[in-house]
Structure formats: structure tokens, C-alpha cells
């Protein structure tokens, strides 16, 4: 159980252009997704917290309209990196909860932005 | 702000030995401690985590102590196998109910074979 899905796996596109990329949980409703952004070797770095039907929640140094958030259904949660650019290249991962303290993590994306 | 520490950032160890993970976090709202494995290239996978109200947990090899007092949490692998080579993230929630989290740095274990 808690299997969460993310597509694509992987990504290569021209700069300036926009990506989606969609996280399910396949086995559960969540209530809350979570997207993070990982650097070769380091930590994830929370991005944005979105609720089912709500706005996501930004966190601080992240551009709420570089990186759009939308949570249609309880286990849907989409990620648009908007007009992208070299710099946005990197590791994307986003995770899911069943409304208690638990995150359940996809596959991730890895964005190459030429 | 809030923060988690985490050492060491890299481990090597013998196969079949012990392998010890440190963290410090600084928020003392924080009532759940999750540890993290995670292999090149792919997701974060859940290895044992543990909440406030308890001191120890144990899962098999993996075990988890927290020091409420101290803001200290410790993963604990024993018997390692070259299979648990990886990097283990420790995270704390950021106060209660939010359900976020703040990731340590990460530590990367080798189990030499």
C-alpha cells in the first residue's frame, strides 16, 4: 500500500519552454502533496505543501509562478515548471500524505533543461 | 530558523558491522521522526520512524532512539549487509500537525563487503 507514481521519470526540454509533471497516489487519497527539489548530493529541499481544492503553500525563495501548483483531486498533484531555464534543472520529487505524519514518496523527475 | 543536523556525512563500515546515524534538531514542537533510505537515482523510502511519546523502536536490524530532553535522534543498522549502502536522511515534522518536514543533510553509508 501508499505507492505513489510520478510522470515522467525523465525530461530533457529547451529553455523557455514549460514541463508538467504529475504525481498520483495510486492506493490511497491524500490529502496533502508535498513537492521537493534535490541537487546531485544533497538534501530535499521542501518546494511547496498543496491541499486537495486549496492553493499551495509556498515556501520562502520559491516563485509561486515559476513553479505552479495544482491539486485537482485527492490523488492528483501537478508541478509546472514555467518557462524553464538551465537553473531549473534538477531532481524533482514529490510526496504524498493520508493526513497524518507519514510521507510517501514518487519516483521523482529529473528535469534537464538545455 | 528550524534545522536538522545530521552526522556523520559519510560512513564506511565492514560488512556485518554496526552502523550508528546522529541527528540534532532544534524545534522543540517536533513530534515525529522519520528516517529515509535512499538509493542513486531513485525515491526516498521509509525505514522506521518514531514519534515523541516514545524513547526506542526497533525493526529487525534498524533501530531508532530519541532523546526528547537532548533534541537527539539516532539511527542504529546492525549486521550490516553491502545492501544497505545508501544515503539515509533523518527529518523531523516542523511543529505539530503540519505534516512537513525538515530533511538532514543526508548521510552516505558504504558497506564494504
Known amino acids: 500500500g501508499a505507492v505513489v507514481s510520478q510522470h515522467p521519470s525523465r525530461v530533457i526540454c529547451k529553455s523557455g519552454t514549460s514541463v508538467k509533471i504529475e504525481c498520483r497516489s495510486l492506493?490511497?487519497?491524500?490529502?496533502?502533496m508535498f513537492w521537493y527539489r534535490q541537487f546531485p548530493k544533497q538534501s530535499l529541499m521542501l518546494m511547496a505543501t498543496?491541499?486537495?481544492?486549496?492553493?499551495?503553500?509556498?515556501e520562502q525563495g520559491v516563485e509561486k509562478d515559476k513553479f505552479l501548483i495544482n491539486h485537482a483531486s485527492l490523488t492528483l498533484s501537478t508541478l509546472t515548471v514555467t518557462s524553464a531555464h538551465p537553473e531549473d534543472s534538477s531532481f524533482y520529487i514529490c510526496?504524498?500524505?493520508?493526513?497524518?505524519?507519514?510521507?510517501?514518496f514518487g519516483p521523482g523527475t529529473r528535469l534537464t533543461v538545455l | 530558523g528550524e534545522n536538522v543536523e545530521q552526522h556523520p556525512s559519510t560512513l564506511s563500515v565492514q560488512e556485518g558491522d554496526s552502523a550508528v546515524i546522529k541527528c540534532t534538531y532544534s524545534?522543540?514542537?517536533?513530534?515525529?521522526f522519520p528516517w529515509y533510505k535512499q538509493e542513486l537515482g531513485k525515491r526516498p523510502q521509509l525505514i522506521i520512524d518514531?514519534?515523541?511519546?516514545?524513547g526506542e523502536k526497533k525493526d529487525q536490524r534498524i533501530a531508532v532512539t530519541l532523546n526528547k530532553t537532548a533534541k537527539h535522534f539516532s539511527l542504529h543498522i546492525t549486521e550490516t549487509q553491502p545492501e544497505d549502502s545508501a544515503v539515509y536522511f533523518c527529518?523531523?515534522?516542523?511543529?505539530?500537525?503540519?505534516?512537513?518536514?525538515?530533511f538532514g543533510t543526508g548521510t552516505r553509508l558504504k558497506v564494504l563487503a
Open positions: 527529518a523531523a515534522s516542523r511543529g505539530a500537525g503540519t505534516y512537513k518536514y525538515i
Open positions: 492506493d490511497f487519497q491524500a490529502t496533502t
Open positions: 524545534d522543540s514542537a517536533s513530534n515525529y
Open positions: 498543496s491541499n486537495e481544492g486549496s492553493k499551495a503553500t509556498y
Open positions: 510526496s504524498a500524505s493520508q493526513g497524518e505524519d507519514t510521507q510517501y
Open positions: 518514531i514519534r515523541s511519546n516514545v
